[in-house]
């Protein structure tokens, strides 16, 4: 079994910047890829980022593309979400998945998830 839990959320205003950090425990996850993806109110939850094993592959959603880089660090076990220019429509609750696939830019296709963590962004 995984265990993800996020950290780094919080409240910043439009324009800030803020780092999201993934850390997993239980069982390592530098074979998997790992995923960022995103719930706002009365939403589905969307795909925001992902990136392969190794680092070596990244996805983005185009509403953050530009904006946002997800990095991992395997030592670590810990994957990352560093969101710039952060825009009042960024507001959700963020997830942080991990997937046996390569690589997995839609949400049912991660098998590990975290508890989520809140992202506010006011104008």
């Known amino acids: 079994q995984v265990q993800l839990v996020e950290s780094g959320g919080g409240l910043v205003q439009a324009g800030d910047s803020l780092r999201l950090s993934c850390t997993a425990s239980g069982r390592t996850t530098s074979s998997y890829a790992m995923g960022w993806l995103r719930q706002a109110p009365g939403k589905e939850r969307e795909f925001v980022a992902s990136?392969?094993?190794?680092?070596?592959?990244?996805y983005y959603a185009d509403s953050v593309k530009d904006r946002f880089t997800i990095s991992r660090d395997n030592a670590k076990n810990t994957v990352y979400l560093q969101m710039n220019s952060l825009k009042p429509e960024d507001t959700a609750v963020y997830y942080c998945?991990?997937?046996?696939?390569?690589?997995?830019?839609?949400?049912?296709?991660?098998?590990?998830w975290g508890q989520g963590i809140q992202v506010t962004v006011s104008s």
């Open positions: 990136i392969n094993w190794n680092g070596g592959s990244t």
């Open positions: 998945a991990a997937t046996r696939r390569p690589i997995a830019s839609i949400r049912y296709q991660y098998d590990y």
